[in-house]
Protein backbone atom coordinates (compact mmCIF):
# COMPACT_ATOMS: atom_id res chain seq x y z
CA UNK A 1 0.00 0.00 0.00
CA UNK A 2 1.13 3.07 -0.91
CA UNK A 3 2.42 4.97 2.58
CA UNK A 4 3.15 8.93 1.96
CA UNK A 5 5.90 10.20 3.87
CA UNK A 6 5.56 12.02 7.12
CA UNK A 7 5.56 15.67 6.17
CA UNK A 8 3.41 14.70 3.10
CA UNK A 9 0.70 13.08 5.43
CA UNK A 10 0.94 16.50 8.01
CA UNK A 11 1.04 19.18 4.84
CA UNK A 12 -2.03 17.41 3.78
CA UNK A 13 -3.70 17.67 7.26
CA UNK A 14 -2.43 21.27 7.27
CA UNK A 15 -4.44 21.93 4.17
CA UNK A 16 -7.85 19.70 4.72
CA UNK A 17 -7.62 21.80 7.99
CA UNK A 18 -7.49 25.28 6.69
CA UNK A 19 -10.15 24.31 4.44
CA UNK A 20 -13.20 23.16 6.84
CA UNK A 21 -12.11 26.00 9.26
CA UNK A 22 -12.11 28.83 6.16
CA UNK A 23 -15.46 26.99 4.93
CA UNK A 24 -16.75 27.19 8.41
CA UNK A 25 -16.24 30.59 9.00
CA UNK A 26 -17.62 31.87 5.87
CA UNK A 27 -20.87 30.25 6.69
CA UNK A 28 -20.69 33.04 8.91
CA UNK A 29 -22.46 36.25 8.21
CA UNK A 30 -23.39 39.72 9.90
CA UNK A 31 -26.67 41.39 10.51
CA UNK A 32 -27.71 44.63 12.07
CA UNK A 33 -30.81 44.85 14.17
CA UNK A 34 -31.95 48.18 15.38
CA UNK A 35 -33.77 48.78 18.64
CA UNK A 36 -36.27 51.37 19.23
CA UNK A 37 -38.76 52.62 21.45
CA UNK A 38 -41.18 50.27 20.33
CA UNK A 39 -39.29 47.14 21.21
CA UNK A 40 -38.99 48.32 24.43
CA UNK A 41 -35.89 50.91 24.45
CA UNK A 42 -36.67 53.20 27.14
CA UNK A 43 -36.16 56.66 25.92
CA UNK A 44 -33.34 59.33 26.74
CA UNK A 45 -30.65 56.59 26.50
CA UNK A 46 -27.14 57.93 25.98
CA UNK A 47 -24.97 54.57 26.05
CA UNK A 48 -26.08 50.87 26.15
CA UNK A 49 -24.24 47.78 26.02
CA UNK A 50 -24.95 44.30 25.95
CA UNK A 51 -24.30 41.82 29.06
CA UNK A 52 -25.82 38.82 28.44
CA UNK A 53 -25.70 36.93 25.05
CA UNK A 54 -25.22 33.64 25.44
CA UNK A 55 -29.02 32.38 25.97
CA UNK A 56 -31.09 35.84 25.89
CA UNK A 57 -30.09 39.41 24.69
CA UNK A 58 -29.89 41.40 28.11
CA UNK A 59 -29.20 44.98 27.09
CA UNK A 60 -27.65 47.58 30.39
CA UNK A 61 -28.98 50.82 29.12
CA UNK A 62 -27.93 54.28 30.94
CA UNK A 63 -29.79 56.92 30.72
CA UNK A 64 -28.65 61.02 30.56
CA UNK A 65 -28.78 61.44 34.20
CA UNK A 66 -26.60 58.28 35.03
CA UNK A 67 -29.37 55.44 35.96
CA UNK A 68 -29.31 52.29 34.33
CA UNK A 69 -31.59 50.12 33.45
CA UNK A 70 -31.36 46.29 32.38
CA UNK A 71 -33.92 44.50 29.89
CA UNK A 72 -33.85 41.19 27.82
CA UNK A 73 -34.76 42.35 24.25
CA UNK A 74 -37.22 40.29 22.23
CA UNK A 75 -36.10 40.52 18.59
CA UNK A 76 -32.51 40.04 19.48
CA UNK A 77 -32.83 37.05 21.08
CA UNK A 78 -35.37 36.08 19.00
CA UNK A 79 -32.90 36.29 16.01
CA UNK A 80 -30.27 33.50 15.60
CA UNK A 81 -27.11 34.42 16.32
CA UNK A 82 -24.42 35.54 18.52
CA UNK A 83 -23.71 39.40 19.57
CA UNK A 84 -20.95 40.82 17.58
CA UNK A 85 -21.08 45.26 18.92
CA UNK A 86 -22.93 48.08 20.09
CA UNK A 87 -23.98 51.19 18.94
CA UNK A 88 -25.89 54.41 20.25
CA UNK A 89 -27.57 56.11 17.89
CA UNK A 90 -27.45 59.72 19.17
CA UNK A 91 -28.87 61.90 16.43
CA UNK A 92 -32.44 59.42 16.20
CA UNK A 93 -35.62 60.64 18.38
CA UNK A 94 -36.26 58.64 20.45
CA UNK A 95 -32.59 57.30 20.24
CA UNK A 96 -31.93 54.40 18.82
CA UNK A 97 -29.62 51.10 19.61
CA UNK A 98 -28.05 49.20 16.83
CA UNK A 99 -26.97 45.84 17.42
CA UNK A 100 -24.66 43.89 15.02
CA UNK A 101 -25.30 39.84 15.42
CA UNK A 102 -23.20 37.45 13.92
CA UNK A 103 -24.96 34.40 12.02
CA UNK A 104 -23.81 31.28 12.37
CA UNK A 105 -21.18 32.35 14.23
CA UNK A 106 -22.02 30.07 17.67
CA UNK A 107 -22.00 27.26 15.59
CA UNK A 108 -18.80 27.96 13.86
CA UNK A 109 -17.56 28.81 17.14
CA UNK A 110 -18.41 25.46 18.95
CA UNK A 111 -17.07 23.17 15.94
CA UNK A 112 -13.50 25.75 16.70
CA UNK A 113 -13.41 25.41 20.45
CA UNK A 114 -14.05 21.42 19.80
CA UNK A 115 -10.86 21.40 17.51
CA UNK A 116 -8.74 23.33 19.38
CA UNK A 117 -9.82 20.80 22.28
CA UNK A 118 -9.13 17.77 20.07
CA UNK A 119 -5.76 19.52 18.79
CA UNK A 120 -4.67 20.40 22.60
CA UNK A 121 -4.85 16.48 23.22
CA UNK A 122 -1.98 16.32 20.90
CA UNK A 123 0.26 19.30 22.70
CA UNK A 124 -0.53 17.57 26.18
CA UNK A 125 1.20 14.44 24.57
CA UNK A 126 3.95 17.03 23.48
CA UNK A 127 3.57 18.71 26.98
CA UNK A 128 4.03 15.55 28.82
CA UNK A 129 7.14 14.03 26.87
CA UNK A 130 8.97 17.81 27.22
CA UNK A 131 10.77 17.95 30.38
CA UNK A 132 12.05 13.92 30.87
CA UNK A 133 13.26 14.06 27.15
CA UNK A 134 14.88 17.62 27.88
CA UNK A 135 16.43 16.05 31.05
CA UNK A 136 17.65 12.86 29.98
CA UNK A 137 18.92 14.00 26.68
CA UNK A 138 20.91 17.18 28.10
CA UNK A 139 22.57 14.84 31.07
CA UNK A 140 23.68 12.49 28.23
CA UNK A 141 24.91 15.10 26.09
CA UNK A 142 26.43 16.92 28.74
CA UNK A 143 28.31 13.58 29.86
CA UNK A 144 28.81 12.87 26.44
CA UNK A 145 31.25 16.39 25.95
CA UNK A 146 33.47 14.62 28.50
CA UNK A 147 34.99 18.17 30.03
CA UNK A 148 33.91 21.55 30.95
CA UNK A 149 36.22 22.90 29.12
CA UNK A 150 33.96 21.68 25.77
CA UNK A 151 30.90 22.39 27.13
CA UNK A 152 32.10 25.74 27.07
CA UNK A 153 33.03 26.06 23.96
CA UNK A 154 30.05 24.49 22.39
CA UNK A 155 28.06 27.09 24.87
CA UNK A 156 30.25 30.04 23.02
CA UNK A 157 29.73 29.01 19.81
CA UNK A 158 26.07 28.30 20.25
CA UNK A 159 25.53 31.64 22.03
CA UNK A 160 27.44 33.41 19.42
CA UNK A 161 25.41 31.52 16.54
CA UNK A 162 22.05 33.03 18.53
CA UNK A 163 23.06 36.46 18.58
CA UNK A 164 24.41 36.80 14.84
CA UNK A 165 20.95 35.12 13.88
CA UNK A 166 18.97 37.51 15.57
CA UNK A 167 20.91 40.65 15.11
CA UNK A 168 20.38 39.59 11.09
CA UNK A 169 16.80 39.11 11.52
CA UNK A 170 15.76 41.76 13.13
CA UNK A 171 18.05 44.18 10.38
CA UNK A 172 15.67 42.11 7.69
CA UNK A 173 13.02 43.30 9.66
CA UNK A 174 13.72 46.75 10.14
CA UNK A 175 14.73 46.90 6.48
CA UNK A 176 11.05 45.55 5.40
CA UNK A 177 9.48 47.76 7.47
CA UNK A 178 11.18 51.12 6.55
CA UNK A 179 10.48 49.75 2.90
CA UNK A 180 7.25 48.72 2.93
CA UNK A 181 5.71 51.09 5.53
CA UNK A 182 2.72 49.79 6.37
CA UNK A 183 1.45 52.17 9.19
CA UNK A 184 1.72 55.19 6.61
CA UNK A 185 -0.30 53.06 4.22
CA UNK A 186 -2.74 52.27 6.13
CA UNK A 187 -6.17 54.38 6.28
CA UNK A 188 -8.42 53.19 9.52
CA UNK A 189 -7.40 50.79 11.93
CA UNK A 190 -9.19 49.77 15.19
CA UNK A 191 -7.86 50.09 18.20
CA UNK A 192 -8.60 47.06 20.27
CA UNK A 193 -7.96 47.80 24.29
CA UNK A 194 -5.84 45.54 25.97
CA UNK A 195 -6.25 45.80 29.58
CA UNK A 196 -2.82 47.91 30.60
CA UNK A 197 -0.77 46.05 32.36
CA UNK A 198 2.32 46.90 34.34
CA UNK A 199 5.59 46.99 32.19
CA UNK A 200 8.42 45.66 33.65
CA UNK A 201 11.60 47.56 32.94
CA UNK A 202 14.07 45.48 30.68
CA UNK A 203 16.25 45.24 33.30
CA UNK A 204 13.76 43.48 35.28
CA UNK A 205 12.79 40.86 32.98
CA UNK A 206 16.76 40.53 32.37
CA UNK A 207 17.23 40.01 35.96
CA UNK A 208 13.94 37.33 36.35
CA UNK A 209 16.13 35.58 33.81
CA UNK A 210 19.14 35.20 35.46
CA UNK A 211 17.30 34.80 38.97
CA UNK A 212 15.36 31.62 36.50
CA UNK A 213 19.14 29.80 36.14
CA UNK A 214 19.39 29.61 40.02
CA UNK A 215 16.60 27.58 40.66
CA UNK A 216 16.16 28.28 44.64
CA UNK A 217 13.91 25.16 44.39
CA UNK A 218 14.73 22.66 41.13
CA UNK A 219 11.50 20.06 42.12
CA UNK A 220 9.50 23.05 41.57
CA UNK A 221 10.45 23.79 38.61
CA UNK A 222 10.30 20.92 37.27
CA UNK A 223 6.51 20.98 38.41
CA UNK A 224 5.89 24.42 37.29
CA UNK A 225 7.61 23.81 34.06
CA UNK A 226 10.19 26.54 34.12
CA UNK A 227 12.19 25.73 31.26
CA UNK A 228 15.60 27.92 32.55
CA UNK A 229 16.00 26.36 35.40
CA UNK A 230 15.63 23.16 34.05
CA UNK A 231 18.42 23.34 31.69
CA UNK A 232 20.65 25.17 33.94
CA UNK A 233 19.88 22.63 36.79
CA UNK A 234 20.44 19.68 34.35
CA UNK A 235 23.63 21.09 33.13
CA UNK A 236 25.11 21.87 36.39
CA UNK A 237 23.68 17.94 37.49
CA UNK A 238 25.51 16.59 34.84
CA UNK A 239 29.01 18.48 35.07
CA UNK A 240 29.02 18.16 38.43
CA UNK A 241 28.63 14.04 37.62
CA UNK A 242 31.94 14.42 35.25
CA UNK A 243 33.97 16.29 38.48
CA UNK A 244 32.83 13.37 40.83
CA UNK A 245 33.43 11.01 38.04
CA UNK A 246 34.30 7.03 38.75
CA UNK A 247 31.28 4.84 39.26
CA UNK A 248 28.48 7.72 40.01
CA UNK A 249 29.68 9.52 36.55
CA UNK A 250 29.03 6.03 35.26
CA UNK A 251 25.68 5.39 37.04
CA UNK A 252 24.24 8.91 35.88
CA UNK A 253 25.28 8.66 32.22
CA UNK A 254 23.81 5.37 32.12
CA UNK A 255 20.36 5.79 34.15
CA UNK A 256 20.13 8.95 31.21
CA UNK A 257 21.16 7.37 28.36
CA UNK A 258 18.25 4.58 29.57
CA UNK A 259 16.01 7.30 30.28
CA UNK A 260 16.57 9.38 27.07
CA UNK A 261 15.98 5.54 24.86
CA UNK A 262 12.62 4.96 26.26
CA UNK A 263 12.03 9.15 26.06
CA UNK A 264 13.03 9.04 22.39
CA UNK A 265 10.77 6.36 21.42
CA UNK A 266 7.62 7.36 22.90
CA UNK A 267 8.44 11.00 20.94
CA UNK A 268 8.64 8.65 17.95
CA UNK A 269 5.11 7.16 18.74
CA UNK A 270 3.63 10.74 19.05
CA UNK A 271 5.29 11.81 15.79
CA UNK A 272 3.10 9.64 13.68
CA UNK A 273 -0.29 11.78 15.31
CA UNK A 274 1.10 14.65 13.98
CA UNK A 275 -0.39 15.27 10.66
CA UNK A 276 -3.87 14.84 12.90
CA UNK A 277 -2.84 17.24 15.19
CA UNK A 278 -1.88 19.46 13.13
CA UNK A 279 -5.36 19.33 11.26
CA UNK A 280 -7.28 19.96 14.51
CA UNK A 281 -5.07 22.73 15.40
CA UNK A 282 -5.09 24.37 12.00
CA UNK A 283 -9.03 24.11 11.57
CA UNK A 284 -9.12 25.97 14.70
CA UNK A 285 -7.47 28.77 14.09
CA UNK A 286 -9.08 29.38 10.46
CA UNK A 287 -12.82 28.75 11.84
CA UNK A 288 -12.48 30.78 14.31
CA UNK A 289 -10.42 33.35 12.70
CA UNK A 290 -11.25 33.37 9.43
CA UNK A 291 -9.30 35.48 6.56
CA UNK A 292 -10.76 38.56 6.94
CA UNK A 293 -8.85 39.60 9.86
CA UNK A 294 -6.62 40.78 7.35
CA UNK A 295 -8.39 43.67 5.83
CA UNK A 296 -7.06 46.80 7.28
CA UNK A 297 -3.80 45.35 8.70
CA UNK A 298 -2.70 43.72 5.16
CA UNK A 299 0.49 46.05 4.58
CA UNK A 300 1.64 45.13 8.27
CA UNK A 301 1.49 41.18 7.46
CA UNK A 302 3.27 41.80 3.80
CA UNK A 303 5.93 43.83 6.04
CA UNK A 304 6.27 40.56 8.18
CA UNK A 305 5.90 38.09 6.13
CA UNK A 306 8.39 39.31 3.78
CA UNK A 307 10.80 39.70 6.28
CA UNK A 308 10.66 36.36 8.00
CA UNK A 309 9.88 35.00 4.45
CA UNK A 310 13.71 36.43 3.57
CA UNK A 311 14.85 35.59 6.97
CA UNK A 312 14.00 31.98 6.63
CA UNK A 313 14.65 31.02 3.24
CA UNK A 314 17.48 33.28 2.92
CA UNK A 315 20.07 34.26 5.19
CA UNK A 316 19.38 30.80 7.14
CA UNK A 317 19.93 28.34 4.22
CA UNK A 318 23.45 30.77 3.13
CA UNK A 319 24.74 29.78 6.52
CA UNK A 320 23.25 25.93 6.40
CA UNK A 321 25.19 26.32 2.61
CA UNK A 322 28.34 27.48 3.60
CA UNK A 323 28.83 27.12 7.11
CA UNK A 324 27.40 23.53 8.08
CA UNK A 325 27.65 22.53 4.27
CA UNK A 326 24.31 20.74 4.43
CA UNK A 327 21.84 21.28 1.58
CA UNK A 328 18.96 23.69 2.94
CA UNK A 329 16.32 21.81 1.06
CA UNK A 330 17.21 18.60 2.29
CA UNK A 331 17.53 19.94 5.90
CA UNK A 332 14.02 21.31 5.65
CA UNK A 333 12.96 18.25 4.41
CA UNK A 334 14.45 16.52 7.47
CA UNK A 335 12.91 19.17 9.94
CA UNK A 336 9.48 19.25 8.33
CA UNK A 337 7.15 17.31 10.96
CA UNK A 338 8.88 19.79 13.74
CA UNK A 339 8.66 22.91 11.20
CA UNK A 340 5.03 22.18 10.64
CA UNK A 341 3.99 21.39 14.23
CA UNK A 342 5.84 24.83 14.96
CA UNK A 343 3.88 26.80 12.73
CA UNK A 344 -0.10 24.86 13.35
CA UNK A 345 0.84 24.96 17.70
CA UNK A 346 2.11 28.70 17.82
CA UNK A 347 4.78 26.85 20.63
CA UNK A 348 8.50 26.63 20.59
CA UNK A 349 8.30 24.73 23.74
CA UNK A 350 5.09 22.42 22.89
CA UNK A 351 7.46 21.67 19.70
CA UNK A 352 10.89 20.70 21.39
CA UNK A 353 10.12 17.09 21.49
CA UNK A 354 9.72 17.03 17.41
CA UNK A 355 12.58 19.13 17.18
CA UNK A 356 14.84 17.16 19.05
CA UNK A 357 13.50 13.94 17.66
CA UNK A 358 13.55 15.19 13.90
CA UNK A 359 17.26 16.61 14.27
CA UNK A 360 18.77 13.39 15.39
CA UNK A 361 16.73 10.77 13.87
CA UNK A 362 16.08 12.54 11.03
CA UNK A 363 18.50 14.62 10.23
CA UNK A 364 21.46 12.74 11.33
CA UNK A 365 22.96 15.17 14.37
CA UNK A 366 24.56 14.02 17.53
CA UNK A 367 22.83 13.83 20.37
CA UNK A 368 25.66 15.53 21.79
CA UNK A 369 24.65 18.69 19.80
CA UNK A 370 21.18 17.97 19.81
CA UNK A 371 20.44 18.05 23.07
CA UNK A 372 22.50 20.94 24.23
CA UNK A 373 21.61 23.61 21.37
CA UNK A 374 18.13 23.03 20.88
CA UNK A 375 16.40 23.08 24.55
CA UNK A 376 18.19 26.51 25.29
CA UNK A 377 17.29 27.73 21.88
CA UNK A 378 13.64 27.10 22.21
CA UNK A 379 13.90 28.99 25.26
CA UNK A 380 16.51 32.19 24.37
CA UNK A 381 17.03 31.54 20.38
CA UNK A 382 13.94 33.10 18.91
CA UNK A 383 14.62 34.78 15.18
CA UNK A 384 11.35 35.08 14.21
CA UNK A 385 9.79 36.85 17.11
CA UNK A 386 13.05 39.20 17.71
CA UNK A 387 12.33 40.31 14.17
CA UNK A 388 8.66 40.70 14.69
CA UNK A 389 8.62 42.82 17.49
CA UNK A 390 11.29 45.44 15.63
CA UNK A 391 8.62 45.30 12.42
CA UNK A 392 5.36 45.97 14.61
CA UNK A 393 6.96 48.68 16.93
CA UNK A 394 7.54 50.38 14.11
CA UNK A 395 4.67 49.67 12.32
CA UNK A 396 2.96 51.20 15.62
CA UNK A 397 5.00 54.34 15.72
CA UNK A 398 4.42 55.14 11.90
CA UNK A 399 0.25 54.77 12.59
CA UNK A 400 1.09 56.59 15.84
CA UNK A 401 3.51 59.44 15.28
CA UNK A 402 2.66 59.74 11.37
CA UNK A 403 6.25 59.13 10.47
CA UNK A 404 9.43 56.85 10.71
CA UNK A 405 11.20 56.78 14.01
CA UNK A 406 14.60 58.13 13.45
CA UNK A 407 17.48 56.29 13.17
CA UNK A 408 18.44 56.20 16.94
CA UNK A 409 15.36 54.98 17.90
CA UNK A 410 14.82 52.38 15.50
CA UNK A 411 18.36 51.48 17.02
CA UNK A 412 17.31 51.38 20.61
CA UNK A 413 13.79 49.06 18.54
CA UNK A 414 16.81 46.57 17.33
CA UNK A 415 18.34 45.89 21.08
CA UNK A 416 15.26 45.96 23.07
CA UNK A 417 13.77 43.83 20.51
CA UNK A 418 16.92 41.54 20.90
CA UNK A 419 17.00 41.00 24.58
CA UNK A 420 12.83 40.72 24.13
CA UNK A 421 12.84 37.79 22.44
CA UNK A 422 15.45 36.12 24.99
CA UNK A 423 13.22 36.64 27.49
CA UNK A 424 10.16 35.65 25.72
CA UNK A 425 8.72 31.93 26.48
CA UNK A 426 8.11 29.46 23.99
CA UNK A 427 4.56 29.55 23.84
CA UNK A 428 1.83 31.28 21.49
CA UNK A 429 1.54 34.82 22.04
CA UNK A 430 4.52 35.45 23.93
CA UNK A 431 6.30 38.16 21.43
CA UNK A 432 2.90 39.73 21.86
CA UNK A 433 3.25 40.26 25.57
CA UNK A 434 7.09 41.15 25.75
CA UNK A 435 6.44 44.07 23.27
CA UNK A 436 5.74 46.76 25.98
CA UNK A 437 8.72 46.59 27.20
CA UNK A 438 9.77 48.44 23.26
CA UNK A 439 6.99 50.27 23.94
CA UNK A 440 7.93 51.51 26.62
CA UNK A 441 11.43 51.74 26.17
CA UNK A 442 10.77 54.08 22.60
CA UNK A 443 7.65 56.06 24.63
CA UNK A 444 4.98 54.85 22.77
CA UNK A 445 1.37 53.91 24.59
CA UNK A 446 1.25 50.44 25.53
CA UNK A 447 -2.53 50.32 24.60
CA UNK A 448 -1.65 50.55 20.57
CA UNK A 449 -0.74 46.91 20.71
CA UNK A 450 -4.65 46.40 20.85
CA UNK A 451 -3.99 47.03 17.04
CA UNK A 452 -2.30 44.68 16.04
CA UNK A 453 -4.22 41.47 18.07
CA UNK A 454 -6.11 40.49 15.37
CA UNK A 455 -3.62 39.26 13.28
CA UNK A 456 -1.36 37.71 16.53
CA UNK A 457 -2.17 34.33 16.19
CA UNK A 458 -1.21 33.63 12.45
CA UNK A 459 2.24 35.85 13.08
CA UNK A 460 2.87 34.05 15.69
CA UNK A 461 2.51 30.89 13.38
CA UNK A 462 4.98 32.28 10.84
CA UNK A 463 7.12 33.74 13.78
CA UNK A 464 7.29 30.44 15.60
CA UNK A 465 8.30 28.22 12.67
CA UNK A 466 11.29 30.61 11.95
CA UNK A 467 12.31 29.85 15.67
CA UNK A 468 12.22 26.60 15.39
CA UNK A 469 13.97 26.70 12.08
CA UNK A 470 16.79 28.92 13.06
CA UNK A 471 17.47 26.34 16.12
CA UNK A 472 17.89 23.79 13.91
CA UNK A 473 20.15 25.61 11.73
CA UNK A 474 22.23 26.17 14.71
CA UNK A 475 22.59 22.71 15.35
CA UNK A 476 23.71 21.55 12.00
CA UNK A 477 25.98 24.59 12.22
CA UNK A 478 27.56 23.35 15.69
CA UNK A 479 27.80 20.13 14.43
CA UNK A 480 29.65 20.57 11.82
CA UNK A 481 31.91 23.38 13.68
CA UNK A 482 32.68 20.53 16.45
CA UNK A 483 33.16 17.84 14.14
CA UNK A 484 35.88 19.80 12.28
CA UNK A 485 37.88 20.22 15.32
CA UNK A 486 37.56 16.89 16.65
CA UNK A 487 38.53 16.05 12.82
CA UNK A 488 41.90 18.43 13.68
CA UNK A 489 42.45 17.05 16.99
CA UNK A 490 42.68 13.67 16.05
CA UNK A 491 45.38 14.84 13.18
CA UNK A 492 47.19 16.93 15.66
CA UNK A 493 47.90 13.51 17.55
CA UNK A 494 48.48 11.32 14.58
CA UNK A 495 51.03 13.76 13.82
CA UNK A 496 52.66 13.79 17.59
CA UNK A 497 52.63 10.12 17.80
CA UNK A 498 54.34 10.02 14.10
N1 LIG B 1 5.14 31.72 19.97
C1 LIG B 1 6.55 31.99 19.87
C2 LIG B 1 7.33 30.73 20.18
O1 LIG B 1 6.83 29.85 20.85
C3 LIG B 1 6.98 33.12 20.77
C4 LIG B 1 6.33 34.41 20.31
O2 LIG B 1 5.19 34.69 20.70
O3 LIG B 1 6.94 35.11 19.50
O4 LIG B 1 8.44 30.60 19.75
Known sequence: MLRLALHWQILIGMLVGSIIGISLNA?????????????????????AEVIDSSSSTIIRYTDKDGTTTERTVDP????????????TLETADPVAVRIYLTHGKSTAKRIGDWFARLGGLFLRMLQMVAVPLIVTSLTTGVIGLGSSEGIGRMFRRTVLYYLATSMLAIGTGLLAVNLVRPGLRVGQV????????????????????????????????????????????????????????GRTKEFVGDLATAGF???MAMTMAIIRLAPIGVFFLIAAVTATQGVGVFG?????????????????????????????????????????????????SASSNGTLPLTMSSVEERAGISNRTGSFVLPLGATINMDGTALYEAVAVLFIAQLHFGFNLPFSQQIIVALTALLASVGAAGIPHAGLVMM??????????????????????VLDMARTAVNVWSDSCGCAVIETLEARDAINASYREQQLNS
Not at 317 to 332: M, T, Y
Open 296 to 344: SLAWYVVAVSLALGCHACVTLPLILRFVAKRSPLEFAKQMSPALLTAFS
Open 190 to 245: ENVNVPSTESESLVDVLFHQLEAMIPANPLGAFVSPNYLSIIAFTIAFALFSISVG
Open 436 to 457: SIILHAVGLPIEMQGVILAVDR
Open 76 to 87: VSQAEGVFASID
Open 27 to 47: TCSSKTVQLTAEDGLPTGVST
Open 261 to 263: EVM
